[in-house]
C-alpha cells in the first residue's frame, strides 16, 4: 500500500531564508508525486510534480524538488522565502489515479 | 477554463438532517475526485468516478455517504443523517485521464453539524 509521510507538521522560519519541507512515500511500484499548496479557506493548488524524466522538478514561483528514488523522499525546497509563501504544504502520491496526501506542513514565514 | 466549482461553499446543519454538496469539474474532465479534509490533517480519499462510473469508494463512505455523477458532467455527493464526526471540508477535484495525472482541486465545501 502507498502512503506518504510529512515528517514536519511546522516549518517556521524568516523572511528571506532556505526553507525544506520533508516528504517520504512509501510505495512498492514507480509512482507519481506531487507537492500540492493550500493557503487559509481556499482549496489545493498543484506547486509541481514529478512524472519521469529529470528528478529536479520546478514551479514558477521558485519552490523545486527533487525525486530520490533510493531514499523514496521528494523533498521541497526553495532558497528565500517570501512572507506570501505562509500557507499548509501536502506531499502526495498518485499511482492508479487517485492522489494519497501526507498529513501537511505548515510553513510559517516571519518577517 | 472556469476552474472546478462547487456549491455551497458553507453549510451549517443540525445533526440528523441530509446535506447535498455540488460539484462542477473542469469541462470535458472525465474524471471527478470527493475528498473530505478535516482540520489539521491532509485530505482523505472518499471516491472518484471515470465518467459516470463510480470506479472506487473508500471504506470511509458508510452507507450515510452516497455520489453520484449521473450524466458524467457535475457530481453530487450526498449525507444523509448528518452526524457532528461529518463535520468537515469536502473537495471535489477533476482530471483529464492520460494528461500529465494532473488533478484540479475546488474551493471546497464546508460543512459543520451542530
Known amino acids: 500500500a502507498q502512503s506518504v509521510t510529512q515528517l514536519d507538521s511546522q516549518v517556521p522560519v524568516f523572511e528571506e531564508a532556505p526553507v525544506e519541507l520533508r516528504c517520504n512515500y512509501s510505495?512498492?511500484?514507480?509512482?507519481?508525486l506531487f507537492w500540492y499548496v493550500q493557503y487559509p479557506n481556499q482549496g489545493l493548488q498543484l506547486l509541481l510534480k514529478?512524472?519521469?524524466?529529470?528528478?529536479l522538478v520546478e514551479s514558477i514561483n521558485g519552490f523545486e524538488a527533487e525525486f530520490n528514488k533510493s531514499q523514496t523522499s521528494f523533498h521541497l525546497r526553495k532558497p528565500s522565502v517570501h512572507i506570501s509563501d505562509t500557507a499548509e504544504y501536502f506531499c502526495?502520491?498518485?499511482?492508479?489515479?487517485?492522489?494519497?496526501f501526507g498529513q501537511g506542513t505548515t510553513l510559517q514565514v516571519k518577517p | 477554463d472556469t476552474g472546478v466549482s462547487q456549491n455551497p461553499r458553507h453549510k451549517i446543519t443540525k445533526r440528523g438532517q441530509n446535506v447535498t454538496f455540488r460539484c462542477d469539474p473542469i469541462s470535458e474532465h472525465n474524471r471527478l475526485y470527493w475528498y473530505r479534509q478535516t482540520l489539521g490533517q491532509g485530505p482523505e480519499f472518499l471516491t472518484y468516478?471515470?465518467?459516470?462510473?463510480?470506479?472506487?469508494k473508500s471504506r470511509l463512505l458508510s452507507d450515510r455517504f452516497s455520489a453520484e455523477r449521473p450524466k458524467g458532467s457535475f457530481s453530487t455527493l450526498e449525507i444523509q443523517r448528518t452526524e457532528q464526526g461529518d463535520s468537515a471540508m469536502y473537495l471535489c477535484?477533476?482530471?483529464?485521464?492520460?494528461?500529465?495525472?494532473?488533478?484540479?482541486f475546488g474551493e471546497g465545501s464546508w460543512l459543520t453539524v451542530v
Open positions: 502526495a502520491v498518485s499511482l492508479t489515479g487517485k492522489l494519497i
Open positions: 510505495s512498492s511500484v514507480s509512482v507519481y
Open positions: 477535484a477533476s482530471m483529464i485521464l492520460g494528461t500529465g495525472n494532473t488533478i484540479y
Open positions: 468516478f471515470q465518467n459516470e462510473a463510480q470506479l472506487e
Open positions: 514529478y512524472l519521469s524524466g529529470s528528478t
